[in-house]
């Protein structure tokens, strides 16, 4: 929605449906495969038009300085590349975990370069957009798209595709875990095989409808980064255990949220109720479109 100067967007989370870590660059970036889907659960991005060039997070968030906020990252590297004055002010409303491997920061990042170049006028389009996300943190480009993807290279190589869109149950544990521990981390594999997208997506993996099925997927790919996060964190094992018992799971990106597909929300509801304390358990809807590219087309078309 955009009004009077001011634009507020959702930036939802994200789930890895796997994650394959297949080599290591010579600048130490991890060289990846893996399988986006979005789902219904999202933070909300409230941007205002400033009279002068300021950028400001109205929002305090725990142990995130304000200038090392991924969201004014964004909006200083938008306003430096397009090389206008400008300001703004930023609010967020969090409602995705950190350090859960859902990816919010780069989300709310992605919302706040989406909506800083509709509420400046600049008109960069998503493309370029992309590849300012990139720059910031390797996910960002997924949610400037915002279509269902399989990724490679660090996560920006992006190719759409059309998957099942089932219910999850998310579960969400006390804890966060670093990504740059996991990576860092010397009993992570780095050599796992390249698939080939067309060799997993096709075949067995299509519905009659022409959806890749999410159950296929989690049976010929896993998540590299699993055994090294339940090593440091063994509850992350425990919930993957528990979870395991009810349906096909696995955690999300470098963690700590666990997830499992069902075909309908009265099933997944039943297990999330039955998730043990102090865990949370969450049922969200996979998503192939962003809610974010459906607000931009609502906001394009007013």
């Not at 989370?13 to 990846?32: I, Q």
């Not at 490679?152 to 190719?159: A, I």
């Not at 095989?193 to 096709?202: A, E, K, Q, T, V």
Request: hydrophobic share 45%.
């Amino acid at each position: 929605m955009i009004e009077s100067g001011v634009i507020e967007l959702p930036a939802p989370a994200k789930l890895n449906l796997f994650l394959h870590v297949v080599g290591r660059r010579a600048d130490g970036y991890h060289e990846l495969q893996t399988v986006f889907q979005f789902i219904d659960l999202a933070d909300r991005v409230r941007i205002a038009r400033r009279n002068d060039s300021l950028l400001r997070r109205t929002t305090a968030i725990p142990g995130v300085e304000e200038a090392e906020d991924l969201t004014v990252r964004a909006a200083q590297l938008l306003r430096d590349t397009s090389e206008i004055e400008a300001g703004a002010n930023i609010t967020l409303e969090k409602r995705i975990p950190a350090g859960g491997g859902l990816g919010g920061g780069s989300s709310d990042a992605a919302s706040v370069l989406v909506g800083l170049d509709r509420l400046w006028g600049l008109a960069m389009g998503t493309d370029r957009l992309a590849v300012l996300g990139a720059r910031l943190g390797a996910d960002v480009p997924v949610f400037v798209r915002g279509l269902a993807s399989w990724g490679e290279g660090v996560g920006e190589r992006l190719v759409p595709i059309t998957l099942e869109e089932p219910w999850y149950v998310l579960v969400m544990l006390p804890c966060a875990v670093s990504t740059a521990d996991v990576f860092q981390a010397s009993s992570l594999t780095r050599n796992t095989p390249r698939i080939r997208m067309n060799h997993l997506l096709r075949g067995e993996s299509g519905t009659s409808e022409g959806r890749v099925r999410i159950e296929r997927l989690l049976l010929s790919a896993g998540n590299d980064c699993e055994p090294v996060v339940r090593q440091m964190h063994p509850e992350v094992g425990e919930a993957l255990d528990w979870l395991s018992r009810h349906a096909r799971a696995r955690m999300t990106g470098t963690g700590a949220t666990v997830f499992a597909p069902f075909e309908s929300r009265e099933q997944a509801a039943e297990v999330a109720e039955k998730t043990p304390a102090p865990w949370r358990g969450l049922v969200a809807r996979g998503l192939n479109q962003s809610p974010l590219l459906d607000a931009t087309h609502r906001a394009a078309a007013q």
